[in-house]
């Protein structure tokens, strides 16, 4: 016998973070495909910009975690917690694979802004360099 279903529910008053969650990783995801698949810098750049909307979500959420007004108990805090730390995380990613492609593109990695990115691209056909992606463990 498992558990019931209801024991895996989340609490009615983060249903939307999680909506709006899951839409702006949905987002992210497809961004971070096309900036692959282009190489474009700009686009690349952008996402760091698209993140900034989970990590106000993933605040918010952590908020209201923290109220005192919190009456779902500490088993839904920790489940809510972590969902909303692996969307934050995805977006991270995203935003990871936009600094690579930056890279791939101008020579430099580091935190880019939209208008460095711009300035600072080569005009060659994006070439993927398998060699450069360093895998890290975790």
């Not at 999680?18 to 810098?41: T, W």
């Not at 969902?83 to 580091?110: C, K, M, N, P, S």
């Amino acid at each position: 016998m498992g558990l019931p279903l209801s024991s895996f529910a989340l609490p009615g008053e983060v249903n939307g973070y999680f909506a709006e969650m899951g839409r702006i990783a949905v987002d992210l995801g497809n961004n971070a495909k096309d900036v692959v698949q282009s190489g474009d810098p700009r686009k690349a750049a952008q996402l760091r910009h698209d993140d900034d909307a989970m990590d106000d979500l993933h605040r918010q959420l952590l908020s209201l975690l923290m109220d005192r007004e919190w009456k779902h108990g500490i088993a839904a805090a920790v489940d809510v917690a972590l969902l909303g730390r692996y969307y934050e995380r995805f977006a991270d990613h995203a935003v990871e694979i936009g600094r690579r492609v930056i890279f791939q593109a101008t020579g430099t990695y580091q935190n880019l802004n939209l208008t460095q990115a711009c300035t600072h691209s080569r005009p060659h056909r994006y070439q993927p360099n398998v060699h450069s992606i360093v895998h890290r463990k975790g």
